[in-house]
């Protein structure tokens, strides 16, 4: 399956976007699906996932409440809304796609978009 994240740019705190990761290849609905992003000098970390199983979705305690991971079988695409956004949340965010059960480690999953940009600054 091929991965393409789109959707970032530059919103000021407090602001929302939304990011959207558009397979190809193959269908969404059998992967788990990860947001992660990387802030510069920082290692990876894992924002979100999205079960194959249910549809179930778990979050970082840093996003928790303000981010919703979704998932849209027909459009074969997985968004995150992201709300009340702070300078902490400015990134890369990569989606990712993986098999088994959802995991905060990124070697659990195979498959990666090649990351949107988002800037949270005023």
């Known amino acids: 399956v091929q991965l393409q994240a789109s959707g970032g740019g530059l919103v000021q705190p407090g602001g929302a976007r939304k990011l959207s990761c558009q397979a190809s290849g193959d269908s969404l609905e059998y992967y788990n699906v990860g947001w992660f992003r990387q802030a510069p000098g920082k290692e990876r970390e894992w924002v979100s996932c999205?079960?194959?199983?249910?549809?179930?979705?778990s979050y970082g305690d840093s996003v928790k409440g303000r981010f919703t991971v979704s998932k849209d079988n027909a459009q074969n695409a997985v968004y995150l809304q992201m709300n009340n956004l702070k300078s902490d949340d400015t990134a890369v965010y990569y989606c990712?796609?993986?098999?088994?059960?959802?995991?905060?480690?990124?070697?659990?999953?195979?498959?990666w978009g090649q990351g949107t940009l988002v800037t949270v600054s005023s």
């Open positions: 999205t079960s194959s199983v249910h549809g179930s979705t």
């Open positions: 990712a796609a993986g098999s088994g059960s959802c995991s905060v480690w990124p070697d659990r999953y195979r498959y």
